[in-house]
């Protein structure tokens, strides 16, 4: 008969506390580059001249269970949906709602893009150019994405991880 100690049971079954509150908040944002700090790292980068008015410095902290605050300081944007798309070293996500990104630009004419990153090297290649740009920011917004780009004459995809009839059929 195999019997195992009540206590050990119960220690190795026991819930553990998280160490961190589950979210994080944003405090405040600055142009893109505001920083001194932040601008000679995408200068000596070779990353200034992607800079663009929906890039922003995003400062924001995480509260952790022991009141303890962590601040950090990233590169973001915003969504519609009042959320921040944020890219950090340690950390590429959401604060707050998730939703699109749209950048008005000429009525007839919509350029649909999965990442803001791509958007970027796209832009740079093409500074003369000014269609509205639709910028996904997470894939399940895809089915809305379509919807979105059947009220414009003119659509391109400008992504290759999704097949170009995504947006074609029905459109």
């Not at 908040?25 to 070779?46: F, H, K, W």
């Not at 009042?82 to 007839?108: N, Q, S, V």
């Not at 910028?135 to 919807?147: G, M, Q, S, T, V």
Request: net charge positive; proline share 6%; with cysteine.
């Amino acid at each position: 008969m195999n019997t195992i100690n009540a206590t050990q049971n119960d220690y190795r079954h026991r819930k553990r506390k998280a160490a961190q509150l589950p979210y994080y908040r944003v405090q405040y944002d600055l142009p893109l580059g505001d920083t001194p700090s932040v601008r000679t790292c995408l200068e000596s980068n070779g990353l200034w001249e992607l800079v663009t008015a929906p890039l922003r410095e995003v400062y924001y902290y995480k509260v952790y269970e022991n009141q303890k605050r962590k601040n950090f300081c990233a590169i973001g944007w915003p969504n519609e949906n009042g959320g921040w798309e944020i890219r950090h070293p340690r950390y590429i996500g959401c604060i707050g709602l998730k939703g699109m990104t749209f950048i008005a630009g000429k009525p007839d004419r919509l350029l649909v893009f999965i990442d803001l990153t791509d958007y970027l090297c796209w832009q740079y290649d093409h500074k003369n150019d000014f269609p509205s740009i639709l910028i996904l920011n997470h894939l399940e917004f895809l089915p809305a994405a379509r919807k979105r780009a059947a009220k414009f004459v003119s659509v391109t995809v400008g992504f290759d991880r999704i097949p170009q009839n995504l947006f074609t059929n029905g459109v």
